[in-house]
């Protein structure tokens, strides 16, 4: 009898010493340096979200989302969180990307100033000055914002720079407003300011597009699919968690990079992020579920306005599936 147990407890030993199944390495590179727009993902980090799923992640900061676009395309990134428009014109010249999931269906795109100078609506900014970055994205959007709201151009002045630039006009006061995104820069002239700032958002003038969302290599995912479905599911439940817990998710951020930014700024941002998630069509539905419509929609002005090759209207579901999204409930 103590012969059989001492074999049980050394078959039992020798079966705990082994190794658990490796987690796969997944890097997941961002559109930008850090801004609370990219709580999920450190929170779904810190919580064991992707480690309960066989995911060891990575995350890396970007240099805007045409260069994460070209990392993914050429896997020196195995998913990127991108500007899906952005992703669309380099898959049309033959870059081989395809978006795994769409998480902001509504655009962040704004005209945004300091909340004192009381300019709330496309009529206030008849007479002011407005601070663009040429070619970017809302820059190719603008004109659309603006035949939608009967503005002309000869309206307003503009300036023009780069970014930081562009930032600098608003809180020196050589610009009245910027575009921006409703999260991103808003937050960064509040860090430096301390003032509140009001967006005069587009998507509140009929202007219906996507923003951003996860990309991959088509070749990385028909050859990894259950890895995609796994890094959906957990970017998915990432993506909720946080929208539970705002304070705690953007503290992820602090907590895996100290100089991150505020935290009641990236607090504030991820709470101006989460809105943009769903649409009308999408309300009570989990993150990322994208309609076809809306991919259309989006298409069809990139097309127009943003430089789009009119070719992509042929197929506008090249750029992007669903079928790597865990179901309602998993």
């Known amino acids: 009898m103590r012969k059989w147990i001492g074999a049980a407890s050394v078959a039992l030993l020798a079966f705990a010493a082994m190794p658990a199944q490796a987690a796969d390495k ?20 810190a919580k064991g979200i992707y480690a309960a799923e066989g995911i060891e992640l990575e995350i890396q ?43 902001l269906q509504t655009s962040p795109m704004s005209a945004m100033g ?39 151009e000869s309206d307003f002045k ?63 995912v028909k050859a990894n699919a259950d890895l995609v479905r796994r890094f959906m599911s957990a970017t998915t439940k990432a993506v909720e968690a946080a929208e539970k817990e705002p304070k705690a998710a953007a503290q992820s951020i602090l907590d895996a990079n100290p100089k991150g930014g505020k935290i009641d700024t990236l607090t504030q941002g991820f709470e101006l992020t989460i809105p943009l998630y769903r649409t009308a069509e999408t309300k009570g539905k989990r993150p990322f579920q994208v309609t076809d419509q809306n991919m259309t ?13 009119a070719k992509a209207k042929e197929n506008p579901k090249a750029f992007y599936t669903n079928d790597y999204l865990p179901k309602s409930g998993s």
Do not use: C
């Open 26 to 45: 997944v890097v997941l590179m961002l559109n930008w340096y850090v801004y609370g727009e990219h709580a999920p993902f450190y929170y779904g980090k």
């Open 114 to 152: 300091f909340a004192e100078k009381n300019i709330r609506k496309p009529e206030d900014i008849k007479g002011k000055t407005v601070a663009i970055t040429p070619a970017d994205s809302m820059t190719q959007i603008w004109p659309l914002f603006l035949k939608k709201t009967g503005l002309k």
């Open 158 to 220: 503009t300036v023009a720079g780069d970014g930081q630039t562009k930032l600098n006009a608003v809180i020196n006061g050589q610009a009245d407003l910027l575009l921006g995104y409703v999260m991103d820069q808003s937050m960064k002239i509040k860090d430096a300011t301390g003032k509140e700032v009001y967006p005069i958002k587009f998507a509140d003038y009929g202007i219906n597009m996507v923003s951003s969302g996860i990309i991959a290599n088509a070749d990385y």
């Open 297 to 309: 929609d989006t298409v069809n002005l990139m097309v127009e306005y943003g430089g789009l090759d």
């Open 61 to 103: 900061e970007g240099r805007g989302s045409a260069a994460t676009t070209q990392a993914v395309a050429a896997k020196t990134a195995d998913f990127g969180y991108v500007d899906v428009p952005t992703m669309m014109r380099a898959a049309i010249k033959g870059a081989p990307v395809v978006a795994t999931g769409v998480l």
